[in-house]
């Protein structure tokens, strides 16, 4: 019997870096990403390009591409960078980014929160996107942010995200990711809504996003699972948080992620002993605590 794989993206770069109190230099972000390459993780969110006025955080996002490059880092690994808009993605082109992720949403008020775009604005903008990547050689992801509520609007009617995630997959993006953006989904909710996206289109290019914000973080990861998903965003120490969603906490953390899957027995090729230490050091330069609950336990048994 072969082992089945999941892959875990490590969004910590972006979504855990993007509203911490401490805004770190290049050359801090780039370490984070090193240590997650250390511990085996091949796919990486490092950065975004958004306005810096809106999101100080990810300035400078150029300059870890560039220095990923120059490692030749990023032979077999996808590294993928946040687009907002057209100009992030020609900025993000003109950087050398060969993957990139736009936010498309389940409400119109996160849309226009996020973004300053209608729902159907920010579709447009993603399929354009999605059109030039096509010519560059581009990877896409889109991702569904508020897929299940939205912070403004309250539940989201699933038969949208359906059908919204649909047109997505129809017009041939690499992967779609479904965001809980603010941790609210419970995993019958999220069983129900990618058991209906499995069953029209597959697995393989589906992808989940969750917040940790009621500790459901792992509970949904385990009810997307069972529908088949095998793919999911996660953040090194739990680090993370929207900061245009009120009320949104860190991501679900990588290391508890992985301890559970491997625990479980699919492969994800990250090693958790050198995770810990890119969680440990995730803390030390953020200067926030662990969301994860993993490293304590791990150091414990060790
Ligand atoms: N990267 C860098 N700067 C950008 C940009 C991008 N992708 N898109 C727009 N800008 C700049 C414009 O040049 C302009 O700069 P100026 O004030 O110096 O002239 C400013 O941002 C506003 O541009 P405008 O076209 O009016 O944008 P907007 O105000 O309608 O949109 C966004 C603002 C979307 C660019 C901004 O809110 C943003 O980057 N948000 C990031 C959202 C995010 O990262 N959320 C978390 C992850 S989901
Ligand atoms: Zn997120």
Redesign the pocket.
């Known amino acids: 019997m072969t082992t089945e794989q999941v892959t875990v993206n490590d969004v910590g770069p972006r979504d855990g870096l993007?509203s911490q109190s401490k805004i770190l230099t290049v050359d801090e972000r780039l370490q984070l990403v090193e240590a997650l390459i250390a511990a085996g993780l091949r796919h990486i969110e490092v950065g975004?390009?958004?306005?810096?006025?809106?999101?100080p955080a990810m300035a400078g996002t150029a300059g870890v591409l560039s220095a990923l490059a120059k490692k030749d880092r990023s032979a077999d690994a996808i590294h993928t960078v946040?687009?907002?808009?057209l100009?992030?993605y020609e900025?993000a082109r003109a950087a050398g980014a060969n993957s990139v992720c736009m936010?498309v949403y389940g409400s119109d008020a996160m849309a226009q929160a996020?973004?300053?775009m209608s729902r159907r604005g920010a579709e447009s903008a993603a399929t354009e996107i999605l059109q030039l990547a096509r010519r560059d050689g581009v990877r896409v992801t889109l991702t569904i942010?508020v897929a299940f509520e939205c912070p403004f609007e309250g539940a989201v009617d699933p038969q949208r995200v359906c059908e919204l995630g649909g047109r997505l997959l129809e017009l041939g993006t690499d992967e779609l990711c479904l965001a809980d953006t603010i941790g609210a989904a419970h995993p019958l909710q999220v069983r129900s809504l990618t058991g209906s996206l499995v069953g029209s289109y597959g697995a393989s290019r589906l992808s989940c996003h969750f917040h940790d914000t009621r500790a459901l973080g792992l509970a949904n990861v385990f009810a997307a699972l069972e529908s088949g998903i095998r793919k999911f965003d996660a953040s090194i120490a739990g680090l993370g948080g929207?900061?245009?969603a009120p009320g949104a906490s860190g991501n679900v953390a990588t290391e508890d992620v992985v301890m559970m899957l491997e625990q479980m027995g699919f492969e994800t090729g990250i090693d958790l002993g050198p995770l810990m230490k890119a969680a440990e050091l995730a803390q030390k330069l953020t200067g926030t605590a662990s969301g994860g609950r993993a490293s304590a336990w791990l150091l414990q048994n060790a």
């Open positions: 993007q975004a390009f958004v306005s810096p006025k809106a999101v946040l687009v907002p808009n100009r992030g900025l936010v996020n973004v300053r942010a929207c900061p245009f």
